[in-house]
């Protein structure tokens, strides 16, 4: 078992529509979540930085991380075409620590 | 301020050829990695660099697959020699030392082995 599960889709949804993309793991160790959003050809892009349980939002972009369930989701409001990318979560054990591990990356595609 | 940059951007060799993948980090990043990332997967860590020692190469196949880091600025990463499973993309990402958690993300350098 992989110690972090991400539903690899592909996800294809309308424009306008509310997105939830989500991932699992199984070592409890894991402090900092974050999401990268990697487009076609190119490089990841850290996204959004969490750390511990909670909440956080930046603009249409909403952050949850559930630490009893072991279970991180990402929402994204007013899904626009241009959020069409593959989405990967990844998560470290301690602060500033520099080895993360990732999960496979959701294949998001938002149609117009 | 420029990102992290890599070459080449796409590399087509035969197996049982060498190839060498470039990097060079952010301005003023010391922490250097290089992740392997399979299609349809995420990235995979090969090693780290802290300046120019190589302070986590755990998961890198020692047999073929080698790096350095002189003067702690660019790095290379070398396969020889290549096999058909090690069609993938490189990636090089950089980050302050304080702030692993953090890393900058090159385009990366598409490999393809037949």
């Known amino acids: ?112 | 301020e420029a990102g992290v940059v890599q070459s080449p951007r796409y590399k087509i060799i035969e197996k049982k050829q060498p190839v060498a993948f470039w990097c060079n980090p952010i301005s003023g990043h010391n922490t250097l990695y290089w992740y392997l990332q399979n299609l349809g997967q995420g990235p995979e860590l090969l090693i780290r660099y802290e300046n120019e020692e190589a302070v986590d190469d755990s998961q890198l196949p020692k047999d073929r697959f080698s790096a350095e880091r002189l003067k702690g600025v660019d790095s290379t990463l070398k396969i020889q020699p290549a096999e058909l499973g090690d069609s993938a993309v490189y990636l090089c990402a950089s980050s302050l030392a304080s702030q692993g958690d953090t890393q900058y993300f090159g385009p990366g350098t598409r490999l393809t082995v037949l």
């Not at chain 1, 626009?80 to 593959?86: E, G, H, L, V, Y």
């Open chain 1, 1 to 112: 078992q992989k110690e972090v599960e991400q539903d690899p889709g592909p996800l294809s949804v309308p424009e306008g529509a509310i997105v939830s993309l989500n991932c699992t793991y199984s070592n409890s160790a894991f402090q900092y979540f974050m999401w990268y959003r990697q487009y076609s050809r190119k490089g990841p892009e850290l996204l959004m930085y969490t750390y511990s349980s909670g909440n956080k939002e930046d603009g249409r972009f909403t952050a949850q991380v559930d630490k009893s369930s072991k279970y991180i989701s990402l929402f994204i409001r007013d899904s626009q075409p241009s959020d069409s990318a593959t989405y990967l979560c990844a998560m470290s054990g301690l602060p500033g620590a520099q080895k993360l591990v990732f999960g496979q990356g959701t294949r998001l595609t938002i149609n117009p």
